[in-house]
């Protein structure tokens, strides 16, 4: 069970990162950010 959750929570911060990033890609607004990542 411990793996599961551990696995759930591992999924969920790579959405959260990958959030965080395009939104900073987006407030950038440079042509490269999108390609860099």
Same mark, same amino acid.
């Given at each position: 069970m411990m793996? +599961?959750?551990a696995y759930l929570m591992?999924? +969920?911060m790579? +959405? /959260?990162k990958?959030? /965080?990033d395009s939104k900073? !890609? !987006?407030a950038?607004?440079?042509p490269?950010?999108?390609l860099s990542k």
């Amino acid at each position: 069970m411990m793996f +599961v959750y551990a696995y759930l929570m591992m999924a +969920v911060m790579f +959405v /959260i990162k990958h959030f /965080i990033d395009s939104k900073q !890609a !987006a407030a950038d607004n440079t042509p490269g950010s999108a390609l860099s990542k």
